[in-house]
C-alpha cells in the first residue's frame, strides 16, 4: 500500500469493508456511488459486466462528486479490450482522482463475451499475460511483449502505482494472484471455498514466488433480512444462475456444494451470503474482515418488491460495519 498525493492509502486494505454497486443505468450508479461516501463507506466496486456503461468511465465522473471513496473495478473483462487501452483510460483516471483507483481485471465468463465476438479459451493463461503486460507498462512506464493470447508494446510518460487485482475462481487463477497480481478479487465464492482452497493457493504461489502474499478482495452478498427462506429467494433471483456455469458450478462443487447448477440450497446460502438484522449483518461484516485475509467488498442482494429497501437497508448495514 502507498499513500496518493491527497493522503489517500491505496489499494486492497486488509479489514476495510466496502460496498458492490450494480445498476443498469449509469446515472443511477454515479448517484449511488456519491451516496455511498455520504454514508461513509470508504471503498466501492463496480462490474462492467456483458455491454454494460464502462465503469472506469463512469468513475470519473464519480471521482469528480466525491473526495475520499477509493473505487475498484471487479471486474472490466479482459477478452474485449487490449491492456494498453485499459492503461491509457487509468492514466486519465489518476490524473483526476491520484492514489483512489483500484484496477481490477479478469477474463469473465464465455457466455459474457459472446457479444464481443472473441474465442474464449484457457482463461488461466489470458489473465497471466495480462497480468504481465499491464504490471509492466503501469509500474515500469514500459512493456514489450508477445505471448500466445496477449501483445503490447508500448510506452507511457512516467509509471504509475495504481494496484493491478485480478479475478480468481479456481486455484490455477488463485496461484496466478498469488505469484503476479496486487490483489485477488473473489465472487460468489462461499467462506468454505474461500478458507480452504482459495487462500492456501494464493499463499503457496506467493511464497514460491517469494514474495508477500497479496490480500484477497472478498466478495460477500449481504441481506437484511432475518427470514431464511426470503434470503435464499433473494440469493437465487440475483445469484443464482452462477451455478449453471461450467467453472462457477466446478468451484460450488469443490466447496462441497455439488447442486448448485439445480439452485442454491440454504446450506449453500448459509455459507455464502451474510444476513440477518442490519445490526447483524454490521458485526458479521466487521467479524469477517477481522479475520485478516483482506478486504471484504459487501454486495446488498435487493430484488423482488421490497428491492429498494433490501438496498437501502444494506447499504446502511455496510457504512455501520465501516464505521
Given at each position: 500500500?502507498?499513500e496518493?498525493?491527497?493522503?489517500?492509502?491505496?489499494g486492497?486494505?486488509?479489514?476495510?469493508?466496502?460496498?458492490?454497486?450494480?445498476?443498469g443505468d449509469?446515472?443511477?450508479?454515479?448517484?449511488?456511488?456519491?451516496?455511498?461516501?455520504?454514508?461513509?463507506?470508504?471503498?466501492?466496486?463496480?462490474?462492467?459486466?456483458?455491454?454494460?456503461?464502462?465503469?472506469?468511465?463512469?468513475?470519473?465522473?464519480v471521482?469528480?462528486?466525491?473526495?475520499?471513496?477509493?473505487?475498484?473495478?471487479?471486474i472490466?473483462?479482459?477478452?474485449?479490450?487490449?491492456?494498453?487501452?485499459?492503461?491509457?483510460?487509468?492514466?486519465?483516471?489518476?490524473?483526476?482522482?491520484?492514489?483512489?483507483?483500484?484496477?481490477?481485471i479478469g477474463?469473465?465468463?464465455?457466455?459474457?463475451?459472446?457479444p464481443?465476438?472473441?474465442?474464449?479459451?484457457?482463461?488461466?493463461?489470458?489473465?497471466?499475460?495480462?497480468?504481465?503486460?499491464?504490471?509492466?507498462?503501469?509500474?515500469?512506464?514500459?512493456?514489450?511483449?508477445?505471448?500466445?493470447?496477449?501483445?503490447?508494446?508500448?510506452?507511457?510518460?512516467?509509471?504509475?502505482?495504481?494496484?493491478?487485482?485480478?479475478?480468481?475462481?479456481?486455484?490455477?487463477?488463485?496461484?496466478?494472484?498469488?505469484e503476479?497480481?496486487?490483489?485477488?478479487?473473489?465472487w460468489?465464492?462461499?467462506?468454505t471455498?474461500?478458507?480452504?482452497?482459495?487462500?492456501?493457493?494464493?499463499?503457496?504461489?506467493?511464497q514460491?514466488?517469494?514474495?508477500?502474499?497479496?490480500?484477497?478482495?472478498?466478495?460477500?452478498?449481504?441481506?437484511?433480512?432475518?427470514?431464511?427462506?426470503?434470503?435464499?429467494?433473494?440469493?437465487?433471483?440475483?445469484?443464482g444462475?452462477?451455478?449453471?456455469?461450467?467453472f462457477y458450478?466446478?468451484?460450488?462443487?469443490?466447496?462441497?456444494?455439488?447442486?448448485?447448477g439445480e439452485?442454491?440450497?440454504?446450506e449453500?446460502?448459509?455459507?455464502?451470503?451474510?444476513?440477518?438484522?442490519?445490526?447483524?449483518?454490521?458485526?458479521?461484516?466487521?467479524?469477517?474482515?477481522?479475520?485478516?485475509?483482506?478486504?471484504?467488498?459487501?454486495?446488498?442482494?435487493?430484488?423482488?418488491?421490497?428491492?429498494?429497501?433490501?438496498?437501502?437497508?444494506?447499504?446502511?448495514?455496510?457504512?455501520?460495519?465501516?464505521?
Open positions: 500500500m502507498a496518493s498525493q491527497a493522503g489517500v492509502v491505496f486492497a486494505q486488509p479489514g476495510r469493508i466496502g460496498i458492490v454497486v450494480q445498476v449509469p446515472g443511477t450508479a454515479i448517484e449511488r456511488l456519491v451516496e455511498a461516501e455520504r454514508l461513509g463507506i470508504p471503498a466501492a466496486w463496480m462490474t462492467t459486466g456483458g455491454i454494460q456503461a464502462d465503469a472506469l468511465t463512469l468513475f470519473a465522473g471521482a469528480a462528486r466525491t473526495q475520499r471513496i477509493a473505487l475498484g473495478t471487479a472490466i473483462p479482459t477478452w474485449p479490450r487490449n491492456p494498453v487501452f485499459i492503461v491509457q483510460q487509468v492514466e486519465a483516471f489518476e490524473a483526476v482522482a491520484p492514489g483512489r483507483l483500484m484496477l481490477g477474463p469473465s465468463t464465455e457466455a459474457a463475451m459472446r464481443f465476438g472473441v474465442e474464449f479459451r484457457t482463461p488461466v493463461t489470458q489473465l497471466r499475460e495480462y497480468l504481465l503486460v499491464l504490471r509492466a507498462l503501469l509500474h515500469e512506464g514500459s512493456v514489450d511483449f508477445s505471448g500466445k493470447l496477449v501483445r503490447a508494446r508500448a510506452r507511457i510518460a512516467k509509471p504509475l502505482q495504481t494496484p493491478v487485482l485480478a479475478s480468481a475462481l479456481n486455484e490455477h487463477a488463485y496461484a496466478v494472484c498469488g503476479l497480481a496486487d490483489g485477488a478479487i473473489s460468489v465464492c462461499p467462506w471455498y474461500i478458507r480452504e482452497h482459495a487462500l492456501p493457493a494464493l499463499r503457496k504461489a506467493a514460491a514466488a517469494g514474495r508477500q502474499t497479496p490480500p484477497l478482495v472478498m466478495h460477500v452478498p449481504i441481506c437484511v433480512e432475518e427470514d431464511p427462506a426470503r434470503v435464499r429467494e433473494a440469493a437465487q433471483r440475483q445469484i444462475a452462477y451455478g449453471r456455469f461450467q458450478n466446478a468451484m460450488f462443487r469443490k466447496a462441497g456444494f455439488p447442486d448448485a439452485g442454491l440450497s440454504q449453500l446460502v448459509d455459507d455464502l451470503v451474510i444476513y440477518g438484522s442490519e445490526a447483524d449483518v454490521a458485526a458479521k461484516l466487521k467479524q469477517r474482515a477481522a479475520e485478516g485475509f483482506g478486504e471484504v467488498m459487501a454486495m446488498p442482494l435487493a430484488s423482488g418488491e421490497n428491492a429498494t429497501e433490501l438496498l437501502r437497508k444494506g447499504m446502511d448495514a455496510v457504512a455501520r460495519a465501516a464505521a
